[in-house]
């Protein structure tokens, strides 16, 4: 069973950053393409960044891109997010998702073509 449980959420201040990760267990990990989202209250779930299941390309939204980094963590079977210069509107549950197509060829920004999800962790950010 594939189990997705990220981390590292929390109050900081504008200006501020944080890094959160994403722990994935009950399956080969690099075979499957993950990407994190997030959700602000009365927003849709939007994208934010994903990872080539090789591990060889990145992609990020436009509101993140220059700010956040996603990477394969140096811990085993672990995704991070590195978010810096975090702004107020980035505030919202983060949660990481990823596909059950096994090496897809590159990620996509649907959040229907991803299998298992977290259960989400809250980056809250004050001006």
Do not use: H
């Amino acid at each position: 069973q594939v189990q997705v449980v990220e981390s590292g959420g929390g109050l900081v201040q504008a200006g501020d950053s944080l890094r959160l990760t994403c722990a994935i267990s009950g399956r080969t990990f690099n075979n499957y393409n993950t990407a994190w989202f997030r959700q602000a209250p009365g927003n849709e779930r939007e994208f934010v960044a994903a990872i080539k299941w090789s591990g060889t390309a990145t992609y990020y939204a436009d509101s993140v891109r220059g700010r956040f980094t996603i990477s394969r963590g140096s811990a085993k079977d672990t995704v991070v997010l590195e978010m810096n210069n975090l702004k107020p509107d980035d505030t919202a549950v983060y949660y990481c998702a990823t596909e059950s197509t096994r090496q897809r060829n590159n990620p996509t920004r649907d959040p229907e073509t991803y299998a298992y999800w977290g259960q989400g962790t809250r980056v809250a950010v004050s001006s």
